[in-house]
């Protein structure tokens, strides 16, 4: 089924190892995650629309690339 809830150990856990001078106010980590999910969504429709406009039924590795670039600049 599908998760209700953020892994949010294992969120805050990432942060602090890559950011340990952060420190996030409470629920912050959520925020985080809300913003990695709006990114992906974003980043699998971009892929999609990649996919599509070049004849292929499989999202391949390098639309995704192609969406990830598109997206970096926006």
Do not use: Y
Not at 22 to 33: I, K, N, P, S
Request: proline content about 4%; glycine content about 6%; aromatic content about 4%.
């Amino acid at each position: 089924g599908m998760r209700r809830s953020a892994p949010r150990g294992t969120l805050r856990g990432l942060l602090k190892s890559h950011k340990p001078q952060l420190r996030l106010a409470a629920g912050g980590d959520l925020l985080v995650h809300l913003n990695f999910l709006m990114f992906l969504h974003r980043l699998a429709e971009e892929a999609r629309t990649n996919a599509f406009e070049n004849k292929s039924k499989t999202i391949k590795p390098e639309h995704t690339i192609a969406a990830a670039k598109v997206i970096k600049h926006l």
